[in-house]
Nanobody, 111 residues
Framework: VQLQASGGGLVQPGGSLRLSCAAS????????MGWYRQAPGKRRELVAF???????NYQDSVRGRFTISRDNVKNTVYLQMSSLKPEDTAVYYC??????WGQGTLVTVSS
């Protein structure tokens, strides 16, 4: 079972990034998939979840700016992030519910 996250980087405030998490070794379509983040000195927190049935949910602070989606053919979950703010700076982790954490990808929002 593997989750390979990518797409992080340095972006200016107001900019956009798209994170990807490629899954292998399990039946991707059968698992709820999520993105979490952990900022320096803070606890890991839920960002967004894409459920098997198609519905999604978001942390209040990112709703309207971030969009989670999944491709059950490519076995990949995405996080499109727009209107980024410095407080979005964190290591972002993908998560297969009750199964596996990905290795994290760093997003830095700074001018």
């Amino acid at each position: 079972v593997q989750l390979q996250a990518s797409g992080g980087g340095l972006v200016q405030p107001g900019g956009s990034l798209r994170l990807s998490c490629a899954a292998s070794g399990f039946i991707f379509a059968s698992y709820d998939m999520g993105w979490y983040r952990q900022a320096p000195g803070k606890r890991r927190e839920l960002v967004a979840f894409a459920h098997v049935g198609g519905n999604t949910n978001y942390q209040d602070s990112v709703r309207g700016r971030f969009t989670i989606s999944r491709d059950n053919v490519k076995n990949t979950v995405y996080l499109q992030m727009s209107s980024l703010k410095p407080e979005d700076t964190a290591v972002y982790y993908c998560y297969a519910w009750n199964l596996k954490w990905g290795q994290g990808t760093l997003v830095t929002v700074s001018s």
